[in-house]
């Protein structure tokens, strides 16, 4: 897994909130929890109360951090992610697992919270320094509270999803016929 990858964590961690019409909360419960990292192997057995704790207080710094990005607050930003480096370092291991070559895990030991937190704040960290802090955002759909990282050739990404992009684009349609029926009486 790369770090690219871990940077993805982040922003599937503070989007597990519920974003725009989605379903809700997934750390309302342990069952939540289990499927937010189903698919990650190095997370996904032995999740504790103490780690949905720990990943939730996670989620509102992660979701600051993304807050500080979308202000174009660039110090308030490597602050908050400096402060999350500090309080949970990687560790690098090479490991040579399933037969494949020799590879760097980055967060083989503590619990399932510190392996994500360890690798959510090494991947961003990662990510802003190759993309650059504008390409760090909050969803533009109202009432939604999700984020994103714009990977996108023409830096152009307003939404967390395609669900949020569409719902914003149909209410803009809405608003737009309301205007233009109004016009004609
Ligand atoms: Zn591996
Ligand atoms: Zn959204």
Same mark, same amino acid.
């Given at each position: 897994?790369?770090?690219?990858?871990?940077?993805?964590?982040?922003?599937?961690?503070?989007?597990?909130?519920?974003?725009?019409?989605?379903? @809700?909360?997934?750390?309302?419960? &342990?069952?939540? *929890? #289990? =499927? %937010?990292? +189903?698919?990650?192997?190095?997370?996904?057995? @032995?999740?504790?109360?103490?780690? &949905?704790?720990? *990943? #939730? =207080? %996670?989620? +509102?710094?992660?979701?600051?951090?993304?807050?500080?990005?979308a202000a174009g607050d660039g110090e308030d930003a490597a602050d908050r992610l400096?402060?999350?480096?500090?309080?949970?370092?990687?560790?690098?291991?090479?490991s040579g697992h399933d037969g494949q070559p020799w590879h760097v895990h980055y967060?083989?030991?503590?619990?399932?919270?510190?392996?994500?937190?360890?690798?959510?704040?090494?991947?961003?960290?990662?990510?802003?320094?190759?993309?650059?802090?504008?390409?760090?955002?909050?969803?533009?759909?109202?009432?939604?509270?999700?984020?994103?990282?714009?990977?996108?050739a023409g830096k152009t990404r307003r939404y967390c999803s395609e669900l949020c992009?569409?719902?914003?684009?149909?209410?803009?349609?809405?608003?737009?016929?309301?205007?233009?029926?109004?016009?004609?009486?």
């Open positions: 897994m790369d770090l690219n990858s871990y940077a993805e964590l982040a922003v599937r961690l503070v989007n597990s909130a519920g974003t725009g019409g989605r379903d @809700g909360d997934l750390l309302a419960n &342990l069952d939540g *929890l #289990r =499927a %937010l990292v +189903a698919d990650r192997q190095h997370l996904n057995h @032995g999740v504790t109360r103490n780690d &949905l704790q720990a *990943l #939730r =207080a %996670l989620r +509102a710094e992660l979701g600051a951090f993304f807050a500080s990005c400096n402060a999350l480096l500090i309080q949970h370092p990687v560790h690098p291991q090479l967060t083989d030991s503590g619990s399932v919270a510190d392996k994500y937190a360890a690798g959510a704040a090494m991947g961003l960290a990662v990510r802003l320094t190759d993309l650059g802090i504008e390409r760090f955002g909050s969803c533009q759909a109202p009432g939604c509270t999700g984020v994103y990282i714009d990977t996108g992009m569409n719902r914003a684009n149909l209410s803009a349609l809405c608003a737009a016929r309301r205007g233009s029926a109004a016009s004609l009486t």
